[in-house]
């Protein structure tokens, strides 16, 4: 598979970390057990995916260099615009596993949909500089490039942001902490909508079900365990701005219940989309017209209008 968070948390490993938490007390134990989560759970993939067949000649590439970040720290980016001069922009986070290269097919159907897209690689994936990712880091990545694209794309009415699989995660904490500054500076939320693909409600939930089938020694408390905690379920209620929560039926990685439970907590306006047959890497292609649909429809609603019902298969469908 392109992407998936769940075949990463391997039988093997899971049983170990959990062992290791019980026995060692010890904070360098702890800090070493960290280390191996987060290489785990990140998986990264070094060089080039091997369906990548390069960059179209209009994408532009460069890094993005905080002040915030260490020496030697970047952010590598790619900068796809749209055919249209005033195109809405799309601010693209992506999961686990594959850096950039991994993500241009589905970058190129959302441009291929009039969209331009900025897409970021976290410090430690890809052309990016910077250590071993962690929850922490991936977050201030996002806000980092939240900073870019919003100079990018001067007009807020224009803006959404998009997370797939662990992405949805970083994507909802951003949407998030945009909402509370906006709220805390009386002023409107600065992107029109928020759009979250194959996602779970929270590591720990991800990782319960993973050790629930797989784990021979049920007592173990996974959830408790992590130090990585990826919750989006608490946080999605804060997001104050349009939805979209789009999971594939046959997703055998994240089950679209969690899509469900993300979209029954967040407030209106929101959708759901389910894509009979869509797996955890093919909603976007799977639902075509219907996935188009909905992004044009998220582009139309602002803040306090109800959405209208649920897209696609009904939600209790799920």
């Not at 091997?50 to 460069?62: A, I, N």
């Not at 939240?146 to 904490?173: C, N, T």
């Not at 797989?214 to 349009?242: E, T």
Request: include cysteine.
């Amino acid at each position: 598979m392109r992407s998936s968070l769940l075949p990463l948390l391997r039988r093997r490993w899971l049983s170990l970390m959990c062992m290791a938490v019980l026995i060692v007390g010890l904070p360098v134990g702890c800090g070493v057990l960290q280390h191996k989560e987060r290489e785990l759970l990140f998986r990264i993939e070094p060089g080039t995916a091997g369906w990548y067949r390069g960059l179209p000649k209009d994408v532009q590439e460069f890094d993005i260099k905080p002040s915030g970040f260490k020496a030697g720290q970047s952010l590598h980016a790619w900068w796809w615009p749209a055919a249209r001069r005033d195109a809405p922009s799309i601010l693209y986070l992506h999961g686990v596993r594959w850096n950039l290269t991994g993500q241009a097919f589905r970058i190129e159907q959302l441009r291929a949909m009039g969209y331009s897209v900025l897409a970021i690689d976290y410090r430690g994936f890809g052309q990016s500089k910077g250590d071993l990712p962690s929850e922490a880091s991936v977050y201030e990545d996002a806000r980092a490039a939240w900073e870019r694209f919003a100079a990018m794309q001067p007009d807020a009415s224009k803006r959404l942001i998009y997370g797939h699989s662990l992405g949805g995660a970083v994507a909802v904490d951003l949407a998030a902490d945009l909402a509370a500054q906006a709220k805390k500076n009386r002023a409107p939320v600065p992107v029109r909508g928020l759009v979250i693909e194959s996602t779970f409600t929270s590591l720990g939930d991800a990782v319960a079900q993973v050790a629930d089938n797989n784990l021979p020694v049920k007592w173990l408390p996974v959830r408790w365990l992590l130090s990585q905690k990826f919750d989006s379920i608490d946080k999605i209620v804060d997001i104050d701005m349009p939805l979209l929560v789009v999971h594939g039926l046959a997703d055998p990685f994240m089950p679209s219940r969690f899509s469900q439970q993300l979209f029954n907590a967040a407030n209106e306006p929101k959708r759901l989309l389910l894509i009979p047959g869509g797996t955890h890497n093919n909603s976007m292609s799977l639902g075509g017209a219907q996935y188009r649909q909905a992004l044009e429809s998220l582009m139309k609603t602002t803040p306090g209008q109800v959405a209208g019902p649920a897209v696609g298969r009904a939600a209790h469908d799920s």
